[in-house]
């Protein structure tokens, strides 16, 4: 009888402790959310709207600066157009390939110089070194080696990228809790399980935002690639920018602008909720949120 | 009332032990009626069962840290054992190096000289945190710890939740460790340690950082899960009546170095608690015994 009560002492104990439970389900409460989520983004953009459209009302430089009325129009007509919906595929295919090596380059050196002390001691600033090299100064040195085409710009993506990958899944292991490191050691892991069941899960935040910052960097080298390395038959992104340079064209550059701007938040988008999801799931987020 | 001369066996802790409801243990003192219950120290040598058959025996066992004039004697020649199936509890002041000695024990760290015997058995350790992996939920921590070679995912499965179920978690092995209070998380640690099967269960201040309400149902759950099967148990811990309420033997640690100063057989009057008489009893004369030790370091 003395373990009836001590059971149901427990399991009362436990009720307590967590609480009357989440609030009810309310079904205004997602549209509300989303609501807050949306306003302040719409706020902004109408803010540079109306920045923008300050500058074409004083007159600076009237004779090639258009409004937001004539830039949308002119992105609305090229949307009807079947070439922009072309050059973004090839950019994004690009994209894709080179993001995908980084990430295999990146995440191989990441657990190679994780792992080796003496390689960590060699590369590692090495690697720190890379991240702060602006991703354009390598066009030069691409082309020389690849000449111009595909394989170039890709050098110049993964060299962005990678770096920012490695880092940040070096920076996981690094700081992968001891404790929890003492707990799979007395749970017999060890060598390759160690590192499947333990070291890289502890590590996937911080591989996470390695990844977001590598596709940031992967999307300004493609750009910076892309504007310089001139593929013939293969029109992108970066090359309309640099047609529309040459013809003075504001309102088509202004377009393409932002069109670059738009994948790049939306991609970002992406890793953001990947990265929220990770941390809801840990319990590394206030749940009041 | 009967008295039994010599140690209690783990034979003697199952059922059959509550027939004999005041049991007292204490070797030095069996066979005086008139002391029963009283707490009394275990001679400095072991009695000759435990010599045969220990779960756990360290030997002069020292750990220096460090090289030279900057090293550290954390641990001076330590002897102790445990007795399969003995709840032995280990106390002492700051630097008596009880999470040292656990580490040694556990095998994660070597010793400097001596030599520490777990005769081949399974060792698992519990840390005050529960140290759960906070990307699985509860059932797949225990999971992880089954993950012995041949066993098919569906049988660990069941396995695990059969082992919460043990620690009174059964409707929570869906759960992720942060959805769970400081006592039930801890309980999933124990549910994790059962599910390696070991016959040594080494505890670092396990309900250290529980508050004290949810720290007495422990005790209960512990003593409970330690008497369903054949576990060795060497718990450290800071607090004197815990180590009182759950111990068959308390033995008080030194500080800088730590060494072995004294030992206390605790009569097992069940049940027990923490409020009980014997255990405040036997709880102040171990205080004093630590305030005297730690005394020798206000000098």
């Known amino acids: 009888m003395a373990t009836d009560l001590q059971s149901a002492a427990i399991t009362g104990l436990d009720k307590l402790e967590l609480g009357p439970g989440g609030p009810a389900a309310d079904p205004g409460r997602l549209a509300r959310r989303a609501w807050a989520a949306f306003w302040p983004k719409v706020l902004a953009i109408a803010l540079v709207l109306a920045i923008w459209q300050l500058v074409v009302l004083s007159g600076w430089k009237h004779y090639v600066i258009k409004g937001p009325g004539p830039v949308f129009a002119d992105l609305w007509g090229q949307m009807q157009h079947l070439q922009l919906w072309q050059i973004i595929e090839v950019t994004m295919r690009t994209a894709a390939l080179g993001y995908a090596l980084a990430l295999v380059i990146g995440s191989v050196a990441g657990v190679l110089v994780a792992r080796i002390p003496p390689l960590r001691a060699a590369v590692g600033s090495i690697i720190t070194g890379l991240q702060t090299m602006p991703s354009i100064a390598w066009v030069p040195f691409a082309i020389i080696i690849f000449g111009e085409n595909e394989s170039a710009i890709l050098f110049v993506v993964i060299l962005g990228a990678a770096p920012s990958i490695a880092n940040g899944l070096i920076t996981g292991v690094d700081y992968t809790p001891p404790l929890l490191l003492r707990a799979g050691k007395t749970m017999g892991l060890r060598g390759f399980a160690l590192y499947r069941y333990l070291i890289l899960p502890a590590s996937l935040p911080a591989y996470v935002a390695g990844m977001k910052q590598g596709w940031a960097f992967a999307w300004r080298s493609l750009m910076a690639g892309e504007l310089v390395v001139q593929i013939i038959g293969q029109f992108s992104i970066g090359q309309q920018l640099s047609v529309d340079q040459q013809n003075l064209d504001f309102a088509g550059a202004s377009a393409v602008i932002i069109v670059i701007l738009v994948i790049g938040i939306v991609v970002d988008t992406v890793f953001t909720k990947a990265d929220l999801t990770i941390r809801r799931r840990r319990g590394l987020l206030d749940t009041a949120f | ?299």
């Open chain 2, 1 to 299: 009332m009967s008295i039994l001369n010599g140690r209690l066996t783990p034979q003697d802790r199952s059922p059959g032990a509550a027939a004999f409801p005041n049991l007292t243990v204490v070797p030095d003192q069996a066979g005086v009626p008139g002391q029963a219950g009283v707490p009394g120290q275990a001679g400095a040598s072991d009695s000759v069962a435990q010599q045969d058959r220990a779960a756990v025996r360290l030997t002069k066992v020292s750990k220096v840290y460090g090289h030279g004039r900057g090293a550290l004697l954390a641990l001076d020649e330590v002897s102790l054992s445990v007795a399969p199936g003995e709840f032995v509890c280990l106390i002492g002041a700051s630097g008596c190096g009880k999470s040292t000695l656990l580490s040694l024990v556990a095998g994660l760290d070597s010793p400097t000289s001596g030599q520490i015997d777990t005769s081949g058995q399974r060792v698992t350790l519990m840390f005050q945190e529960p140290a759960l992996f906070p990307w699985l939920t509860a059932a797949r921590n225990v999971e992880l710890a089954l993950r012995a070679p041949g066993v098919s995912k569906a049988a660990r499965r069941a396995r695990a939740l059969e082992l919460l179920e043990v620690v009174h978690l059964g409707g929570f092995g869906g759960k992720r460790p942060h959805e769970l209070s400081g006592g039930m998380r801890q309980r999933v640690a124990m549910a994790r340690a059962l599910a390696q099967d070991a016959d040594v269960l080494l505890m670092d201040e396990p309900f250290g950082a529980l508050d004290a309400m949810t720290r007495d149902l422990l005790h209960d759950e512990l003593e409970r899960i330690c008497a369903e099967r054949t576990l060795s148990v060497l718990f450290v811990t800071h607090n004197v009546r815990e180590a009182a309420r759950l111990g068959d033997r308390v033995i008080v640690l030194s500080s800088r170095p730590g060494r072995v100063i004294e030992e206390y057989a605790v009569p097992r009057n069940e049940p027990r608690r923490i409020d009980s008489f014997d255990v405040a009893e036997l709880a102040s004369t171990i205080t004093d015994r630590l305030r005297l030790e730690m005394s020798r370091h206000g000098d």
